[in-house]
């Protein structure tokens, strides 16, 4: 079981960059796919990026495909999300998911554990 904790949020004009932290401490770190979502003010929480537990393997949204990067550190415990060319459409709630299970990676019923989320506001 892990417990993700995000940090790095914040405010940023458009153009500009930020970097989520994801901590999910727990003796298996490693073997969990991480990944994050996001939810804007009255709208559906959608899928941005995903890193499998190797990190054999990533994925993105199409509308941050390009901007963002999703990579892990498992010694660390740590995923981080790079995000650039921030857009003021990119603002919302970011959180950081975990799973086993595998299964639809798009999907927010895939992923067992979420942190609280952090929040991004670009303005333009």
């Known amino acids: 079981q892990v417990q993700p904790v995000e940090s790095g949020g914040g405010s940023v004009q458009a153009g500009g960059s930020l970097r989520l932290s994801c901590a999910a401490s727990?003796?298996?770190?490693?073997?969990?796919?991480m990944g994050w979502f996001r939810q804007a003010p009255g709208q559906e929480r959608e899928f941005v990026a995903r890193?499998?537990?190797?990190?054999?393997?990533?994925n993105y949204a199409d509308s941050v495909k390009g901007r963002f990067t999703i990579s892990r550190d498992n010694a660390k415990e740590t995923t981080y999300l790079q995000m650039n060319s921030l857009k003021p459409e990119d603002t919302a709630v970011y959180f950081c998911?975990?799973?086993?299970?595998?299964?639809?990676?798009?999907?927010?019923?895939?992923?067992?554990?979420w942190g609280q989320g952090t929040q991004v506001t670009v303005s333009s």
């Open positions: 998911v975990a799973t086993r299970r595998g299964g639809n990676y798009l999907s927010p019923y895939t992923y067992e554990y």
């Open positions: 727990g003796r298996t770190f490693s073997a969990y796919d």
């Open positions: 890193i499998s537990w190797r990190s054999a393997s990533t």
